[in-house]
T-cell receptor, first 114, second 111 residues
Framework: GDSVTQTEGQVALSEEDFLTIHCNYSASGYPTLFWYVQYPGEGPQLLFRASRDKEKGSSRGFEATYDKGTTSFHLRKASVQESDSAVYYCALSLASSSFSKLVFGQGTSLSVVP | AQTIHQWPVAEIKAVGSPLSLGCTIKGKSSPNLYWYWQATGGTLQQLFYSITVGQVESVVQLNLSASRPKDDQFILSTEKLLLSHSGFYLC??????????FGPGTRLTVL
């Protein structure tokens, strides 16, 4: 079945460090890829999405590029802040019907210290 | 602007007791609606989806049921809670097959 793998379960950084969270997917078709962020006690918020090979999504200084060749959608940020501490989820959706079926990765908990 | 409201914010219930959680979407006409469950520290698992009023499809069997009595309302319920039902319940909406937008969630503790 379709799946998303996030390599890092937890990431601990200092402010102004560079962030990379790895996301690889496996899908039978051509999925749309998403990054969501979830703060404690809240629902996930959409960061951005990408639908085509080589398309770059970006928001709030975060970015990721859809790479069909390596089936990846790694999240990056050049300089993290303490306020970026949250759980980040990579997800995919296959638009095979009129509804959205999201498959989420296991999530990566980011902790940024001042 | 669209808003999504979930109630209650939190519940503490006894094993074997009934449960009803609600979700209302304002500002969008005929959205697709979804229920998710999230264990503490875990990922999101889609439970149900609904494309239109009166129609609900189950994705995962967790001894829960869902109904959509109105275009803007989605209800999650069970007659008998299990310990394993504890967690964070999230309602979401989408327009067609695109990205989903999540509500603030309901924290359920079953004792």
């Amino acid at each position: 079945g379709d799946s998303v793998t996030q390599t890092e379960g937890q990431v601990a950084l200092s402010e102004e460090d560079f962030l990379t969270i790895h996301c690889n997917y496996s899908a039978s078709g051509y999925p749309t890829l998403f990054w969501y962020v979830q703060y404690p006690g809240e629902g996930p918020q959409l960061l951005f999405r990408a639908s085509r090979d080589k398309e770059k999504g970006s928001s709030r200084g975060f970015e990721a590029t859809y790479d069909k060749g390596t089936t990846s959608f790694h999240l990056r940020k050049a300089s993290v802040q303490e306020s970026d501490s949250a759980v980040y989820y990579c997800a995919l959706s296959l638009a095979s019907s009129s509804f959205s079926k999201l498959v989420f990765g296991q999530g990566t908990s980011l902790s940024v210290v001042p | 602007a669209q808003t999504i409201h979930q109630w209650p914010v939190a519940e503490i219930k006894a094993v074997g007791s009934p449960l009803s959680l609600g979700c209302t979407i304002k500002g969008k006409s005929s959205p697709n609606l979804y229920w998710y469950w999230q264990a503490t520290g875990g990922t999101l698992q889609q439970l149900f989806y609904s494309i239109t009023v009166g129609q609900v499809e189950s994705v995962v069997q967790l001894n829960l049921s869902a109904s959509r009595p109105k275009d803007d309302q989605f209800i999650l319920s069970t007659e008998k809670l299990l310990l394993s039902h504890s967690g964070f319940y999230l309602c979401a909406w989408s327009l067609g097959e695109y990205e989903q937008y999540f509500g603030p969630g309901t924290r359920l503790t079953v004792l």
